[in-house]
């Protein structure tokens, strides 16, 4: 059990650009949720996939957000068009079903 | 949609003191997990209940869930400064996801 590993660790980039970032999740867990986190608040909820069906999305998610698990292992989540609104940590977390998360340490986001 | 509110916001104790954090549900819950992050990290899991008015225990920590399913709190007792860190609620929702609540920063002053 390696963890949850996510790529990069930190990214910094221009509003407008577009940025993709991946998560690995621990091999045997089917279920890999992504969140955002802003300092001093709790994760929010972005989206979950139960291997590679995309389960549910948060409404609060513009379309400038997506996320893929096309083979039920990794997941990429990219956003379009970046503003500083959308700086933050962004978690991703993977579990059996009705099981504990477990969290990578996250990609920080910075929109200059 | 599902709603997690947790008071208080911050906790300031001394060392030795005991510390409570209470979480609450918009509708009911199929089960909570509580979370520890420290500065810094990533959150870490502590325990899962399921069962209304389960009560669980964890050397200084003690974790309920209360009978209607919509609430819960973490006590600890006798804090120490390796308690220091941010505790989240997550309410599981049945067939969805986890939602969090905005989280209790604890300080523990020596």
């Known amino acids: 059990d390696t963890g949850v590993s996510q790529d990069p660790r930190h990214k910094i980039t221009k509003r407008g650009q577009n940025v993709t970032f991946r998560c690995d999740p621990i091999s045997e867990h089917n279920r890999l949720y992504w969140y955002r986190q802003t300092l001093g608040q709790g994760p929010e909820f972005l989206t979950y996939?139960?291997?590679?069906?995309?389960?549910?999305k948060s409404r609060l998610l513009s379309d400038r957000f997506s996320a893929e698990r096309p083979k039920g292992s990794f997941s990429t989540l990219e956003i379009q068009r970046t503003e500083q609104g959308d700086s933050a940590m962004y978690l991703c977390?993977?579990?059996?079903?009705?099981?504990?998360?477990?969290f990578g340490n996250g990609t920080r986001l910075t929109v200059t | 949609g599902q709603q997690v509110m947790q008071i208080p916001q911050y906790q300031h104790v001394q060392e030795g003191e005991d510390f409570t954090t209470y979480c609450n549900s918009s509708t009911t819950l199929s089960n909570i997990q509580w979370y520890k992050q420290r500065p810094g990290g990533h959150p870490v899991f502590l325990i899962q209940l399921v069962k209304s008015g389960e009560v669980k225990k964890q050397k200084r920590l003690t974790f309920q869930f209360g009978e209607a399913k919509k609430n819960s709190s973490l006590h600890i007792t006798a804090t120490q400064t390796t308690d220091v860190g941010t505790y989240f609620c997550?309410?599981?929702?049945?067939?969805?996801?986890?939602?969090f609540g905005p989280g209790t920063r604890l300080s523990v002053l020596p």
């Open positions: 996939f139960q291997n590679e069906a995309q389960l549910e």
């Open positions: 997550a309410g599981g929702y049945y067939g969805q996801n986890f939602v």
């Open positions: 977390a993977s579990s059996l079903i009705n099981s504990p998360l477990h």
